[in-house]
């Protein structure tokens, strides 16, 4: 029995809450925080600047000052610190490309009822093409994730005596470089798509990682992938396929592994009722609605996999971590 006791307050608001997160991505996307975090500007001002219509900026802004993300005074609007920490391009904690990510799969959630018929996602496949508007915005808001959560996943994880970690499906390669600046013996190696090198690379460079880390293009569905390594990471990529397609991953991992390697995979992890926590549930909705059979997998799941592959002493490291993530590792036998 559900234990929240719902109201029609509650149900409004909810059913209602797609204006505040529209309103925020349409200001994100027209980047309205970045002047306004240097100078406070009038509606007319801003309008000139960015070539907008004075009329609908105006509401926009005072909507967002609604929302506590600017502040008003004579007439003129500013940026708040959280939002010019957050939402201005010039600062280094900027969320906008994970923000446009979200901006991305509303049309897509908009349709869920077809995918809950059909059984089949509602929306394109991202492009593999870096310089693909979409493809950017999941690839750097990835980074934008990753860039808040890897210092502390990297900083739980006992990776002592290791010596080249492969991070698979590893995108940005905010992870592997966590892991290397944690620890300094570490090699890494990053395996993804072609088109994801240019961004991973810059990444890379970003933190001065290139003599430490690597990078091998390539599909990890269907191209080998080559090298031996003693840890292999695997980060919210098992999501997107099947149980199939996960055997498939997890076997490859291991098949790269020295004995005693060790597989760490980290996911939004259901627990054994497929209903709770909250945001894997949603996130298994959005699988549906994006890939033909990816979905979130519980912790027994997800060890089952583990232990099918062959490994041993499977098992959850204790982190807490946002949003139902956690971290499940096992040991290639010695």
């Given at each position: 029995?559900?234990?929240?006791?719902?109201?029609?307050?509650?149900?409004?608001?909810t059913?209602?809450?797609y204006?505040?997160?529209c309103?925020?991505?349409?200001?994100v996307?027209?980047?309205?925080f970045?002047?306004?975090?240097?100078?406070p500007?009038a509606?007319?001002q801003?309008?000139?600047?960015?070539?907008?219509?004075?009329r609908?900026l105006?509401?926009?802004?005072?909507?967002?000052t609604a929302?506590?993300l600017?502040d008003k005074?004579?007439g003129?609007?500013?940026?708040?610190?959280?939002a010019?920490?957050?939402l201005?391009?010039d600062?280094e904690?900027y969320?906008?490309?994970?923000?446009?990510?979200h901006?991305?799969?509303v049309?897509?959630?908009?349709?869920?009822d077809?995918?809950v018929?059909?059984g089949r996602p509602s929306?394109k496949r991202?492009?593999?093409?870096a310089?693909d508007e979409?493809r950017e915005?999941?690839?750097?808001?990835m980074?934008?994730l990753a860039?808040?959560?890897?210092?502390?996943v990297a900083?739980r994880?006992d990776?002592?005596?290791r010596?080249?970690?492969?991070?698979?499906g590893g995108?940005p390669?905010t992870?592997?470089i966590?892991?290397?600046?944690?620890?300094?013996e570490?090699?890494a190696t990053v395996?993804?798509l072609?088109?994801?090198?240019?961004?991973?690379e810059q990444t890379i460079?970003?933190?001065g990682?290139?003599?430490?880390?690597?990078?091998?293009?390539?599909d990890?569905q269907?191209?080998?992938v080559?090298?031996e390594?003693d840890?292999?990471?695997l980060s919210?990529v098992?999501?997107g396929e099947d149980?199939?397609?996960?055997?498939?991953m997890v076997?490859?991992?291991?098949?790269t592994l020295v004995?005693?390697?060790?597989?760490?995979?980290q996911e939004?992890?259901?627990?054994?009722t497929r209903t709770?926590p909250?945001?894997?549930?949603l996130?298994s909705?959005n699988m549906?609605?994006?890939?033909?059979s990816?979905?979130a997998?519980?912790a027994?799941?997800?060890?089952?996999?583990?232990?099918?592959?062959?490994?041993?002493?499977?098992?959850?490291?204790?982190?807490?971590?946002?949003n139902g993530?956690?971290?499940?590792?096992g040991?290639?036998?010695?």
């Open positions: 029995m559900s234990s929240y006791a719902w109201s029609p307050a509650d149900l409004l608001q059913s209602g809450s204006w505040s997160a309103t925020l991505h349409a200001a996307k027209l980047d309205l970045t002047p306004l975090s240097v100078t500007l509606a007319g801003l309008a000139d600047r960015c070539q907008l219509d004075e609908g105006t509401m926009l802004l005072d909507a967002l929302l506590f600017l005074e004579a003129a609007y500013r940026a708040t610190p959280f010019s920490q957050y201005s391009r600062s904690d969320l906008g490309h994970i923000i446009m990510h901006h991305h799969l049309d897509s959630w908009s349709r869920l077809e995918s018929r059909s929306r991202v492009s593999h093409d310089a979409e915005s999941f690839l750097l808001g980074y934008n860039r808040m959560i890897a210092p502390q900083a994880v990776l002592t005596g010596r080249h970690l492969l991070d698979l995108g390669g992870y592997a966590h892991f290397c600046r944690e620890n300094p570490l090699q395996f993804d072609p088109g994801t090198r240019p961004i991973a460079r970003q933190f990682m290139q003599q430490r880390i690597d990078f091998l293009p390539g990890f269907t191209d080998p080559a090298g390594y840890v292999a990471w919210h098992l999501h149980p199939v397609g996960c055997a498939t076997d490859k991992a291991v098949a004995p005693g390697g060790l597989l760490l995979v939004f992890i259901l627990d054994d709770r909250l945001f894997p549930a996130f909705l549906l609605l994006g890939t033909p990816g979905q997998y519980s027994r799941e997800i060890k089952q996999m583990l232990s099918a592959a062959g490994l041993g002493q499977v098992r959850r490291l204790p982190i807490s971590l946002p993530a956690g971290v499940i590792c040991e290639k036998s010695a």
